[in-house]
């Protein structure tokens, strides 16, 4: 008890403008947040990089793209200047094996795989139809990916599009794709530009139907209905509230996506229809080492491991990205 009334004794003896003071109102003050300044993409990047395998897999993308596009770009343009210019009036330089290769011409890192029919370079070979096929796979890839999202968010919004749109896609899914492109080509004619064609004429449309499906789930909810009262238009609607939310939906098409499209180009040139005999692709290096793939096995192996390699690191960067691009993943 004396303890306590010696305390209040010091309180009151203190002067009281000491203790209190007047707090001005600021109303900039009362508008700002406590909270850590929170930064999507910096979170999605946070994510993606706390897996060490999504290192492992970038690097060899990176490694793969270096030899696609800055080798590779040293190398002849023409599938067939390897044939004319590499050996080919000189038998004993066809078909040898990596050893022999070396015992021939000398250690070069561009005989590490041997020679083919021709004495051509097999790494050569490959990484020129490397840089082909990936190309091809990403200019399609950002052709199909731009047209559908935009497509698919007004098929989500306009009932007037969703009629037409709907019919059209029930038409054009029911015939198979594949068989689409293969008959495209046949009737355009080969070349890179016209495989590109084939591959984008209605490559959009099962992104933009699933993009509709996503938007009509989304638009609905409480709050993009109190942004419509308040008098957002569709447009800042869509590009605000909608498409954001979809970001990890989107991505995780471009994953698979990508490979798809080398997927295609390697079938058909598999079987014969192509970007053209001229033209150096992965699928057409595949189609032309599988003729002697018993006698010389890295004629058709090698391209078919860079092929398979591209796919899956692709696949793989692609889903880990799109699982990191879920804002659920970033508590």
Known sequence: MENEELLKEEITSEDESKLFQFVEENPDAAEKITAPRYSYWKSVLRVFFKK???????????????????YGSTLPTNFMDYKQNENVTIPLTHNLTPGEAFNEFGFSFKY??????????????????????????FICGAINMVIGVVIG???????????????????????????????????????????????????????AYFIRTQVLIIRDREYNLASKCLGTNIWKLTTKNILPFLTS???????????????????????GIGMGADTPSLGRLIEYGQK????????????????????????????????????????
């Not at 590490?112 to 796979?137: D, P, R």
């Not at 038409?171 to 591959?199: D, E, K, Q």
């Not at 939906?249 to 079987?271: K, N, R, W």
Request: aromatic share 14%.
């Open 249 to 271: 939906v989107i991505v995780t098409i471009l994953a698979t996506e990508i490979p798809s499209y080398i997927s295609y180009e390697v079938f058909l040139s598999y079987i």
């Open 52 to 70: 060490k395998s999504n290192w492992v897999a970038l690097a060899l993308f990176v490694l793969i793209l270096i030899l696609t596009y800055i």
């Open 292 to 331: 002697s793939m018993t006698i010389y096995p890295l004629q058709f192996w090698g391209p078919v491991t860079v092929a398979a390699s591209i796919t899956i690191i692709l696949y793989v960067v692609g889903q880990n990205l799109a699982d990191a691009s879920d804002p659920r993943t970033h508590m």
């Open 112 to 137: 590490i795989l041997g020679t083919g029919n021709y004495g051509e370079a097999l790494w050569q070979h490959i990484w020129k139809g490397a840089e082909m096929s990936l190309s091809l796979a």
């Open 153 to 207: 968010a007004i098929w989500g919004f306009s009932k007037k599009v969703d009629i037409v749109m709907t019919e059209v896609y029930n038409v054009i899914a029911n015939i198979p794709y594949i068989l689409f492109i293969a008959v495209f080509v046949m009737v355009v004619g080969s070349g890179f530009w016209s495989f590109v064609l084939a591959l984008t004429i209605t490559g959009w449309l099962g992104i």
